[in-house]
């Protein structure tokens, strides 16, 4: 029946019978999905970029268990060379004793940083940046180098006393008991210095394990 009333819609508003979407004034749609504007996309990150990250996490645990090794082994190999004293003999007296003790002493502040960044990542379950994982790679492959530097001078003055090296200075070295037990802290020293290097060393390769992916993506 004509009512007198005539049917207006605004321009471009219609209904189509078979949709479930009702435009509205203003491109809007009523009771459906949001229309993405033409010239926008969304961009999700690609399902290798996604696994690698997430393989980073799963690795942040293994890298925290080193970060602590490297830390306990330095304290323990400073501590040991700190104490090496007897009868005069002191680390002080060789400039190699006082490498050994001065980069154990920057490691274990080293460790101590990165096991506080090592945290961040497990507690928020976020992927470390870039930047971050470059400027660790580096100070790992530095702090390798100069354990094994320390380490390698340390043995060689050790070996050096052993071989009866400073007889004018301490009798027979380690031999007549003179000092056997600033020797003995001495090379307890090197030893834990090596086992600190070891374990940095590892800690670099995964570091080329989580800025691999980032270099070939």
Known sequence: MYTGQSDHRPE?????????N???????????????PEGHYSHAPSSALQAVK??????????LGLRVSEFVLSVIAFSLMASAEQNGAVYSTFTSYSF???INVLVALYAIGQIILSVMPLV??????????????GCDQLSAFLLMAAGAAGASVAMLINRKGVIDDYGSGCIDGKITVFCAH??????FTFLSFFCV???SYLGVYNLAPYLIL
């Open 186 to 191: 001495a090379e307890a020293s090197i030893a």
């Open 124 to 137: 928020s379950g976020s992927a470390p940046k870039k930047l971050y994982l470059f400027i660790t790679f």
């Open 12 to 20: 471009g508003v219609g209904v189509n019978p078979g949709s479930p």
């Open 22 to 36: 009702v435009m509205e004034p203003g491109g809007g749609v009523a009771n459906g999905a949001a229309v993405t």
């Open 201 to 203: 060393m590892i800690s």
């Open 54 to 63: 997430k393989n980073i996490n799963h690795m942040s645990g293994l890298s």
């Open 100 to 102: 050994v003790l001065a």
